[in-house]
């Protein structure tokens, strides 16, 4: 337990994203004002995508080597190639697409916040809401034999129902 088991330090307060792509190079996403630093096994960080959001919450790379973010202030979704050069993918309309994997068929599945949807993007960019949460937040998708699996937290305000009062 002595032994140092760091593989790099990177500049930034915390990380809320890993991801580890087909050639064993490790991708860290750190906070305050996200960037994305590509690690590679000697341990040297080098920045790798700089979103300019507040958030990273997710990464996950697709079967073609394109690392997909998932970002929280604008919810958008950013496809970043394997040379570094990234772009919006899709807009959520939330607030934070805060949880994120590809399924067997190459779609994203995207849990978000405040609406605690759970999204089904495929590749094309057509979405469609899976189920929304009684919660709100999405904190965490799996997949297993076909079945998504979500994980949410905290209330939705109240909504108001009923006839509208009448006043005299």
Known sequence: FGEDLRLAEVTGLEIHA?????????YAAVLPDSKIYRIDKSGKPQLFFDPKC???WAM????AGNLFVA??????IYRVTPDGNGSEFF???ETHARSMIIDDAGNLIVG???SGLILRISPNRQSF?????????VTAV???NGDIYAAAVGSKPATVSGPAPVLP
């Open 112 to 114: 978000t916040e405040p």
């Open 71 to 76: 970002t929280g202030d604008s919810g958008l």
């Open 142 to 144: 799996a997949e297993h």
């Open 129 to 137: 809401v899976l189920y929304q949460a009684g919660k709100r937040e």
């Open 18 to 26: 890993l991801a580890v792509d087909s050639q064993d190079r490790v």
């Open 60 to 63: 996950v790379f697709d079967h």
């Open 54 to 56: 507040k958030y990273v």
């Open 91 to 93: 807009n959520t309309g």
